[in-house]
């Protein structure tokens, strides 16, 4: 039994999701400004994505929506659009982000500390999300942007953006938030956050990865990071765009909308499941309250076991879980969640992740427990620390 458990990183392609990319992967689709038939019905496929992209964060036909190649290039397009529209020309002088940004978006901000840039990171609390009032502290009239995602991708950690925004709001600040991790599992509405700036992607919505988008606040400016388009639609990013890719990145979201009901709770319930199991096991430690994470999402920590040699045991028995601190090609530049989370810095390199999707099944939660119950009774009998003893 295979058993895929990595589904904040990337998700199976839905195939209600294949069969409407299918024909334009098949056979010529005509560029959206064509007049010949086959860019009518490329038009006509593309502003129903469009329609369902809107519905899926319930924004409103005000706002812009400009497709990207993913979460990270629309993220990068709102930094280097307020890069190049106030910290450049020195009419702001401060940018404010989460801690747990994506490594894109951190790199980006490490950029701008080096030209001279004031970068503040917004840390995480005890329960492992930002705390909004902790922004008062750092927010002036000199910051150009404040950047927190939804939901932490590694934690399943959901953060109070409304409140955040609010603030923003308050201080008359740019407020960009990544909805990637939190569209399928918990709502998305536009109207209740108020965001200038919403980014999203494809991949963790059961559609191919390499699509993207970014919402646009009425009235808000960007600077385009590639130019040239021709029509409207391409006025902040030059195409000619992945137009497969939106097309089921469209169906995606409508998917991940209707699943918002019971496919999520039965989602939810299997989660629950796995973290009893996971509880009842000495020496592991669950991250991150159960109240305030996405319903697909467990991370725990294993005393005693590093990380990289529980997931090697995981995957021999055909399970696929996943963990932050283990990077197949090194340089591993973010912060531990341990750490930001105050916990001992021996649990540093022993958290791993299951993230489940709404296909996966009870047989699977089954199949995992077992498996890890095996490998961490193996595993812990070549470490010189004893996890019972510990807890007594």
Known sequence: MNVYLDNNRLTPVDPLVKAVMEPFLDQPYGDLAALHDFGASTRKAYN?????????VHAPDKATLVFTSGAAEANSTVFMSTFLRFILTGRKNNIILSEREPLPTLELARFFEEQGCRV????????????????TDYITP?????SVSMVDAESGAINPVEEIAEICRKYDVPFHTDATQ?????????????????SFSSETLHAPAGVGGLFLKEGVELQPIIPGGRMKAERYRSGPWNIPGIIGMGKAMEIASDALG??????RDLRDKLEEALRALPGVEILVPWALRTPNTVLAAFKGVESEAMLYELNREKVAAYSATVHPFGD????????????????RHSTVGFALNRNTT???????????????EYLRGFSTLNPTEEQK
């Open 332 to 347: 591993w530049k973010e912060r531990a969640l341990t750490d930001a989370l105050g916990l001992d810095p021996a649990l």
């Open 120 to 135: 503040n990171y917004l840390p995480v609390n005890s329960d492992g999300v930002i705390d909004p009032e902790t922004l």
């Open 48 to 56: 129903e994505a469009v329609e369902k992209c809107y519905a899926g």
């Open 262 to 267: 019971f496919e999520v709770e039965d989602m």
């Open 182 to 198: 939190a569209l399928g599992r918990i709502p998305v509405d536009w109207e209740r956050i108020e965001p200038d700036f919403l």
């Open 142 to 146: 000199r910051t150009a942007l404040v």
């Open 362 to 376: 009870e047989e699977e939660i089954e199949h995992t427990i077992e498996t890890v119950k095996k490998s961490l």
